[in-house]
């Protein structure tokens, strides 16, 4: 099951769905085939809200946020 860190500190966000990472890397621009990190604003969330995000993503990602307009995340298959 994939998992969701922030890129800055390593704190684990969460366990996501295949189908969700599989969402996130449909949606989000990758900068090479081996990128595994993503850069969320503010913009972008509502984006993906936009485009049918799941319940537990948009979950992961607000509280990844938090009070900031951009985080960069990570993630990890296992």
């Given at each position: 099951m994939p998992e969701l860190y922030l890129k800055s500190n390593g704190v684990h966000l969460?366990?996501?769905?295949?189908d969700d990472?599989?969402?996130?890397?449909a949606q989000l621009e990758e900068e090479?085939?081996?990128d595994e990190d993503?850069?969320?604003?503010r913009m972008?969330?509502?984006?993906?809200k936009d485009?049918?995000?799941?319940?537990?993503?948009?979950?992961?990602?607000?509280?990844a946020l938090g009070d900031k307009d951009e985080v960069e995340i990570k993630y990890t298959k296992s």
């Open positions: 969460g366990h996501v769905s295949n990472l599989n969402f996130l890397m090479s085939l081996t993503y850069t969320i604003t972008t969330f509502e984006f993906l485009q049918g995000i799941s319940p537990n993503l948009q979950a992961i990602l607000e509280k």
